[in-house]
């Protein structure tokens, strides 16, 4: 099993300016303003909203089934397939630290009544370590390689790939729900909205902007 270990923040690429508490979203829907921020929708998107819908909708199918169509699964060999899937928990390990580096700053910090329970900051910084620790061990954690004469032949340890791939999944849902508590990327109408809602959304969001 993959321990945590310390790591290195990966520096935000923008600066952001910060509004006051109780703002609204402008009506051209240009602009954000929440209790913790006042940025550009676009910059959201690409930063913070794209980074979840390449995961939901691109690495996490990869890292599956070794293709994002089933008609070309159907062409390509055991051993492309192997290596799409690596290359895609890959991706879906890069785009969930870029997510959440984008993010932290604006996530929630405060603690519920039960003291035990940590803040969404709290949690998504715990994330963060495991996930850069899992970046820097990915392949020889996955990977099971094995020699046959002089060719080097790529394998996955199924068990370990399907119980990692399970988990960051999760992280990104729970993700999702953090980035909604704090009203980041998504309006005050989808300020309800349970995992799978906030997947379909996503999915609209991205496709019909």
């Known amino acids: 099993m993959l321990c945590s270990s310390n790591s290195t923040k990966i520096p935000i690429k923008e600066k952001m300016s910060m509004s006051r508490p109780n703002k609204t979203l402008s009506d051209s829907g240009e602009v954000i303003q929440s209790g913790k921020w006042n940025a550009s929708r676009d910059w959201t998107q ?16 990869g890292a599956k089934f070794g293709t994002y169509d089933p008609g070309e699964g159907m062409w390509k060999s055991e051993n ?3 290596a799409f899937r690596i290359n895609s928990m890959e991706w879906l ?3 969930l630290i870029e997510a959440i580096n984008n993010s932290e700053f604006a996530l929630n910090d405060t603690k519920s009544k039960n003291k035990e329970k ?3 900051k709290e949690k998504s910084l715990e994330y963060l370590k495991r996930l850069e620790y899992i970046q820097d061990n990915l392949l020889k954690y996955i990977q099971e390689n094995q020699q046959r004469g002089s060719k080097k032949i790529i394998k996955i340890n199924e068990e370990k790939f399907k119980i990692l791939l399970r988990e960051l999944q999760k992280i990104r849902r729970n993700l999702q729900e953090f980035v909604n508590n704090s009203e980041l990327i998504y309006f005050q109408k989808e300020a309800d909205l349970t995992k799978d809602e906030m997947d379909e959304y996503i999915w609209k969001e991205m496709t019909e902007t």
């Open 118 to 120: 940590k803040s969404d």
């Open 93 to 95: 390990v890069n785009e």
């Open 80 to 82: 492309e397939k192997i």
């Open 46 to 61: 690409e930063m913070v909203f794209r980074p979840l819908y390449n995961c939901y909708v691109f690495h996490e199918t």
